[in-house]
């Protein structure tokens, strides 16, 4: 496998890292994780502002122009076998001469970028929907920036693993944040809500996507806040991300959900989504190029 580091492409093999890299030692640092359909990279922009926001965030300057960071991510994506990607990319502080908090001046950020298949079966055909759990959030107050930092959420998700589940649902004095690495939609009356933007939760880029698609199609849909009670007693549970697009719930804490199938706005919802990747495969075949503009 070929990535990217510290300016050079190389075989994974020979990718190095100092042990006094900051990443390392603290987890200072933030990442990205970015889909691309046939070599489109999707919502780019999107996800080059969160970094963008995230390194503002953490006090570390952005190492490369959007313009920059396209030409390797396509570099990269033509270093491998395969059209579909799901790209992982991470900026951290660096590695100084000793360790200590503070934040060193002039030392160079550590860059990391790797490709891996993505498996793109249209979700539309038969999902058979998630098993979740609701564990107290134990993480720290800026959930807004994509940190590296991950270590509550691993030991978040491992809970909803351990008990044959897919999701951790996260719960901050009452209120359902999102998931351990996912955003939550619930749908309640035909209408579909999800909690709005702040610091306890990341912005995701596909929640966006959703709520435009909603406003696209014309279906009811609130940011507000989702209580335990809201959950539980939801027509529909859907969880969300880059790398799992939208996941009907079935049952959250052993408890169904609706029908304990995954709901008729699912269907409608991942079709558009669906129909939205389709969009962008076909623009490549019709233009014949890659496009940094994909799917605007
Ligand atoms: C904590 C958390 N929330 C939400 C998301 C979804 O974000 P996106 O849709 O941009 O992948 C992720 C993605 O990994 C995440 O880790």
Redesign the pocket.
């Known amino acids: 496998m070929i990535v990217f580091i510290n300016g050079e492409f190389l075989p994974l093999e020979q990718a190095r890292v100092s042990p006094l890299d900051r990443g390392f030692l603290f987890g200072d640092g933030v990442y990205?994780?970015i889909p691309a359909y046939a070599g489109q990279l999707f919502?780019i922009e999107?996800?080059l502002q969160?970094l963008q926001n995230s390194l503002d965030a953490v006090r570390m300057a952005n190492p490369y122009s959007s313009r920059q960071w396209l030409n390797i991510l396509w570099e990269l994506m033509s270093q491998q076998d395969y059209d579909n990607h799901l790209i992982y990319l991470q900026v951290t502080r660096g590695a100084d001469d000793h360790r200590s908090h503070a934040i060193p001046v002039n030392i160079e950020p550590t860059v990391f970028v790797m490709s891996s298949r993505l498996k793109t079966e249209p979700a539309t055909t038969h999902h058979p929907g998630a098993h979740t759990i609701t564990r107290e959030d134990s993480r720290w107050r800026h959930?807004d920036v994509?940190a590296v930092t991950?270590l509550a959420?691993v030991l978040l998700r491992q809970q909803a693993i351990d008990q044959q589940c897919e999701e951790t649902f996260?719960v901050c004095d009452g209120q359902v944040t999102?998931?351990?690495?996912?955003?939550i939609f619930i749908v309640r009356d035909r209408a579909l809500f999800t909690p709005p933007k702040g610091p306890m939760?990341?912005?995701?880029?596909?929640?966006?996507?959703i709520l435009e698609i909603a406003e696209d199609i014309d279906f009811p849909c609130q940011e507000r806040t989702v209580s335990t009670h809201d959950l539980l007693a939801a027509d529909e549970v859907w969880f969300?991300?880059?790398?799992?697009e939208i996941v009907p719930v079935i049952s959250v804490d052993g408890q169904q959900i609706g029908s304990g199938t995954p709901g008729a706005v699912w269907h409608k919802f991942i079709s558009a989504f669906d129909h939205y990747k389709e969009n962008i495969k076909e623009r490549k075949q019709a233009t014949g190029q890659r496009t940094a503009a994909s799917a605007q």
């Open positions: 990205e994780v919502r999107q996800h969160r959930c994509k991950l959420n996260l999102e998931g351990a690495a996912s955003n939760l990341l912005p995701g880029v596909t929640r966006d996507l969300t991300s880059s790398s799992r």
